[in-house]
């Protein structure tokens, strides 16, 4: 059964109804528990102003967020060198894979526990879990594209005279830089998660240890705030970020993949 396709405005009217059920359920349930248990959509509002004007939001939201930027663009850098270097040589391969294999079998926790063990309980910890948790899904992305890079356009270009860095540009390029902004996009995604995660268990700055705090107090008004601006900073990158790239990188597919013979 073939799916009818849904319009832009039908989807945000469906997904804002979907929304509105969402907190109209949180409403409901939050009625039958005490408030220090679920509160209210209400007063979590209530307490989002709240932390908003007395200053104690922002600072640890831009913390975290700068965390987990930089967290990423490091992983990024050693993902795409160490993808490189083992497409490059299948000996470099070979002797890392089960490093990739260890690192992603690993829990975030794990990480966090390891790191304050050998770091203390500092942002280095954070920065540490954001890296290694994303580093292997950019350096698999990063190895599997260029290893699929057809060697006949390689060839091609070899035999017309064309050096490294033109072959690069025009041949290897084009094939690895999709699949390799996918593997970017779906680490950014994650990353927030995982700093605020680490930031809750290792640190006194920034959002999570800021959510710590106010569990530790009971503030669990406080606590679902902050959660709801994670969630609509997430919904944010998705939308102005990680949608657009995603919509580039199959428009740019499409336009790689040859026009079938009459």
Do not use: K
Not at 171 to 186: C, E, F, K, M, Q
Not at 196 to 225: C, H, K, P, W, Y
């Amino acid at each position: 059964m073939r799916r009818r396709n849904l319009t832009t405005t039908t989807r945000h009217v469906v997904g804002a109804a979907g929304l509105g059920c969402l907190l109209g359920l949180w409403a409901w349930a939050s009625g039958r528990q005490p408030a220090y248990v679920l509160p209210s959509p209400a007063d979590t509002w209530r307490a989002l102003v709240s932390m908003a004007g007395a200053g104690t939001l922002w600072g640890p939201l831009a913390v975290t967020v700068w965390r987990a930027a930089l967290g990423l663009g490091l992983a990024c850098l050693i993902g795409v060198a160490w993808g490189s270097l083992s497409a490059a040589s299948r000996l470099f391969d070979a002797f890392t894979r089960s490093w990739l294999s260890l690192l992603m079998a690993v829990p975030p926790i794990v990480i966090v526990v390891i790191g304050m063990l050998a770091l203390g309980p500092t942002a280095g910890v954070v920065l540490l879990v954001v890296v290694l948790v994303s580093v292997p899904l950019i350096t698999t992305s990063t190895r599997d594209a260029i290893g699929q890079v057809d060697p006949d356009l390689l060839e091609m270009a070899h035999a017309f005279g064309r050096g490294p860095v033109w072959r690069g540009r025009h041949v290897i390029g084009p094939a690895v830089v999709p699949p390799v902004l996918s593997a970017i996009t779906v680490a950014a995604g994650q990353s927030v998660r995982v700093c605020v995660m680490a930031e809750l268990l290792s640190t006194s700055t920034g959002l999570g240890a800021r959510m710590q705090m106010a569990r530790t107090a009971i503030n669990t008004d406080q606590v679902f705030a902050m959660a709801a601006v994670l969630a609509v900073l997430s919904l944010l990158v998705e939308l102005v970020v990680l949608a657009p790239v995603r919509s580039r990188v199959n428009r740019t597919q499409r336009a790689a993949e040859p026009v079938p013979a009459a």
